[in-house]
T-cell receptor
Framework: GAVVSQHPSWVICKSGTSVKIECRSLDFQATTMFWYRQFPKQSLMLMATSNEGSKATYEQGVEKDKFLINHASLTLSTLTVTSAHPEDSSFYIC????????????FGPGTRLTVT | DQQVKQNSPSLSVQEGRISILNCDYTNSMFDYFLWYKKYPAEGPTFLISISSIKDKNEDGRFTVFLNKSAKHLSLHIVPSQPGDSAVYFCAASAYSNSGYALNFGKGTSLLVTP
C-alpha cells in the first residue's frame, strides 16, 4: 500500500519551454502533496505544499510563477516548470500524505529534468 | 538554516555487524522523526518513524532511538546486510497550516561490505 507514482521519470527540454510533472497516489487519497527538489549529493529541499482544491504554499525563495502547482484531485498533483532554464535542471520528487499516519509521507520515484 | 543535521556523510560497516546512523536537530517543535532509505535516481523509501513522546521504536532489524534532551536520534540496523547499502535520510516533522512538512538532513551513505 501507499504507492506514489510520478510521470515522466526523466525529461529533456529546451530552454524557454515548459514541462509538466505528474504525481499520483495510486492506492490512497492524498490530502496533502509535497514537492521537493534534490541537487546532486544534497538534501531534499521542500519547494511547496499543496492541499486538494486550494492554492499551494511555497517555501521561501521558490518562485510560484515559475513552479506552478495544481492539486486537482485527491490523487493527482502536477508541477509545471515554466520557461525552463538550465539552472532548473534537477531531480524533482513528490510525496503524498494520507497513506498512513498523519505525519508520514510516501515518495514518488522522482523525475530527472534536464534543460538544454 | 539546516534544522536537521547528519554529520557523517558516509559509513562503512561489515555484513552482520551493527550500523548506527546519527542525526541531530535544532528545532524543539519537531514532534515526529522519520528515517528514509534512498537509492540514486529514486524516491526515498520510508523505513521507520518515532513520535517525540517515545524514546525507542523497533521494527525488525531497524530500531530508532530518540534523546529529546540532546536533540539527537539514531537509527540502528542489526544485523547489517549488503542490501542495506544506500543513502539514509533523517527527517523531522512539525505540524503547520500546510500539514506535516518534512525537514531533511543531508543524508549518510551506508556501505555494507561482505
Amino acid at each position: 500500500g501507499a504507492v506514489v507514482s510520478q510521470h515522466p521519470s526523466w525529461v529533456i527540454c529546451k530552454s524557454g519551454t515548459s514541462v509538466k510533472i505528474e504525481c499520483r497516489s495510486l492506492d490512497f487519497q492524498a490530502t496533502t502533496m509535497f514537492w521537493y527538489r534534490q541537487f546532486p549529493k544534497q538534501s531534499l529541499m521542500l519547494m511547496a505544499t499543496s492541499n486538494e482544491g486550494s492554492k499551494a504554499t511555497y517555501e521561501q525563495g521558490v518562485e510560484k510563477d515559475k513552479f506552478l502547482i495544481n492539486h486537482a484531485s485527491l490523487t493527482l498533483s502536477t508541477l509545471t516548470v515554466t520557461s525552463a532554464h538550465p539552472e532548473d535542471s534537477s531531480f524533482y520528487i513528490c510525496s503524498a500524505g494520507g497513506g498512513g499516519a498523519d505525519y508520514e509521507q510516501y515518495f514518488g520515484p522522482g523525475t530527472r529534468l534536464t534543460v538544454t | 538554516d539546516q534544522q536537521v543535521k547528519q554529520n557523517s556523510p558516509s559509513l562503512s560497516v561489515q555484513e552482520g555487524r551493527i550500523s548506527i546512523l546519527n542525526c541531530d536537530y535544532t528545532n524543539s517543535m519537531f514532534d515526529y522523526f522519520l528515517w528514509y532509505k534512498k537509492y540514486p535516481a529514486e524516491g526515498p523509501t520510508f523505513l521507520i518513524s518515532i513520535s517525540s513522546i517515545k524514546d525507542k521504536n523497533e521494527d525488525g532489524r531497524f530500531t530508532v532511538f530518540l534523546n529529546k534532551s540532546a536533540k539527537h536520534l539514531s537509527l540502528h540496523i542489526v544485523p547489517s546486510q549488503p542490501g542495506d547499502s544506500a543513502v539514509y535520510f533523517c527527517a523531522a516533522s512539525a505540524y503547520s497550516n500546510s500539514g506535516y512538512a518534512l525537514n531533511f538532513g543531508k543524508g549518510t551513505s551506508l556501505l555494507v561490505t561482505p
